[in-house]
């Protein structure tokens, strides 16, 4: 399992790097504001989030990036964010990461689970537990 612990500067080309960690459907949060509205509006279409904290410069968070991007695909039932710690520092001191990448899922706003590292299986599984919560008719 693999995360960062420590935070390191931006490249010049960081910005780039975002279409990778954002693919699929993966939704980026820019600002606190954007957050809140994800998160309503998850909450008025029943769906649960799966917020990924993440760095650009964190290895384990571009080594996990594509499967998320592809789970983001998989499961229409759920929201699959993503936040980099750098960018929005601040709030995510407010969430407690510690090391990256962190993943929370979230149903009304309430954290159900957690996930701290690139740990592809543990993700899957946890992923797979979620999706099988969920009453039939939402999924």
């Known amino acids: 399992m693999g995360l960062c612990l420590d935070k390191h500067k931006h ?4 910005d780039d790097q975002h279409i990778e960690f954002a693919g699929g ?6 600002t606190k504001d954007s957050w809140d509205q994800k998160l309503s509006e998850a909450s008025r279409d029943g769906k649960i989030v799966l917020a990924n904290f993440s760095a650009t410069w964190c290895g384990p968070c571009r080594q996990i990036a594509p ?28 969430w407690e990461i510690k090391a990256t990448p962190t993943f929370f899922f979230l149903r009304d706003g309430q954290q159900v689970d957690k996930l ?14 979620i999706v099988d919560s969920i009453p039939p008719r939402d999924k």
């Open 67 to 94: 499967l998320y991007s592809e789970l983001s695909e998989k499961y229409p039932s759920l929201l699959f964010l993503l936040v980099d710690v750098d960018e929005l520092s601040d709030f995510s001191t407010s």
């Open 25 to 30: 459907k993966v939704q980026l949060i820019t």
């Open 11 to 14: 490249d010049a080309d960081d």
């Open 116 to 129: 701290v590292g690139a740990n592809k299986p543990e993700l899957q599984k946890k992923i797979t537990a």
